[in-house]
C-alpha cells in the first residue's frame, strides 16, 4: 500500500484531502501543527476526522510560531478582519511560511516513513491569496523536496499532491459530502471558540458558507450565532 | 541596518557565520532549533555563542524530530558512526529534512521581522554527503522562499547566504580566528556530554580536528578523552 502523509489541519479542505486519499487505497500518516494558533478546537477536529477516515497514525507536532508574531491567527493584539480585504491584497490572517514550515515537517516524516507522497489541501481558486498555496509554490516545494532529502537524491522522489488546488469551493464540498465526510466536525473557522463553533464573520467561514450555498447545500456548520 | 536571521546551531561554522554577518554591520537575530538531538551542550553554546557575538535576539525553538526518528541524532537506538561512511553514501546521522525545516521556520521569522536575509553555515567541501548542504539545494530553497512568502511576491525578495559553502574546514577556521572567535566555546561534536565535551571519534569530530590540523592551529575542543 502506498503510503502518504496528510497534512490535516482540521478544516474543511484537509479533510477532504484526507477522504481522497483513503479512497485511492493510500495509507495515510495524518499531520497536524499546533503554532500557536488562536484556538485548539481544529486541532480536536483534526484528531477526530484523522480517527474517523481512518488514517493509519495521526501526530500533532508543536512548533510555537506565536513567538515571531505577525499574523492575526498567532498575534493576540491583531484582530481577525470581519470583512474581505481589498482584491490582491494578502490580509493579516496570512502567517508567515507557515506552509512551507507544515510541508518541510511533512517531508522528513515521509523521508522517514518511505512515504512518497504528501498530499496537501490548498486551494488556489476560492481562498484568500495566500502565497502559499498556488502552485507555482507547491511545484517549487516539490522541486526542493527531492535535492533536500537522500530519498530524492537516490531515485525515490517524493511527490506533493494537490488533489483539489484547482476546485472551487462548492465542488470541494460536492467531493467530500460523496465521501460520506461529517462536515459538521470539521473547523475551518480562524476564531471558533474551544467548542469548535464558528464566527460566520471571518473570511474562511464566508468561503466555507458560499460554499455550501454554491453546492445546494445546507450548511451543516456549527456557528456561535447565526450567520448575518 | 540590514537584518539577518542567522541559524546558529552552536558548532563552528554556524559560529563563523555569524561572527562574518556581524562583521558586514548586520542586525542579527540567531535561531536554533531544539529538535531532539542527542544533546542539548550545543543549544548552550549556541546561546553563549549569540551573546559573545552580538546578536541582537536568540531564539531557540522546540520542534521535535525524535518522534519520527530515522537518524542515529534523534533516535538514541541508532549509534552514531565511529568511521566515515563509503564514499558517496548519506551516513545515518543525516536527520531527514533538517535544514528544510530550519530554514523554513528561519523564513518565517524573517518575515516577520522584515529581514532580507538568512545566512546559513551549509559546507559542501569538507562535510558528510549531506543532500540539503549543496549549492542545488540553497538555490531552490531561495527560490521557494520568494513564491511562498508576502514579502517575496511584493517585491522584498529574501536572500539566502552562504558564506562559507565552498569553503574547507581549514579556510572557515582561519576566517573565524581572524574574527577573534573562541572555538573552545562551540561545540561540533554528534554526541558531545553534558558539559559540551567531544567524543573525538564521530565524523563531525574528525572532520573538525583535521581541519584545525590543515590551518595549522592548535585543535581547541574540549574532549572528553585525548583523540586517537
Known sequence: MTRAVVLLSGGLDSATVLGLAREQGRECFALSLRYGQRHAAELDA??????????????????????????????????????PGAPGTIPVTYVPARNTIMLAVALGWAEVLQAG???????????????????????????LANLATKAGIEGRPIHVRTPIIDMPKAAIIREGVRLGIDYSATVSCYQADEQGRACGTCDACRIRREGFAAAGLADPTRYRQPPR
Open 46 to 83: 483534526a484528531a477526530r476526522i484523522a480517527r474517523t477516515l481512518g488514517a493509519a497514525r495521526h501526530e500533532i507536532v508543536d512548533l510555537d510560531l506565536s513567538r515571531f508574531g505577525g499574523s492575526a491567527l498567532t498575534d493576540a493584539s491583531l484582530a481577525v478582519p470581519e470583512r
Open 117 to 143: 507522497e504528501i498530499h496537501f489541501g490548498a486551494n488556489a481558486v476560492d481562498y484568500s491569496g495566500y502565497p502559499d498555496c498556488r502552485p507555482a509554490f507547491v511545484a517549487a516545494f516539490e522541486q
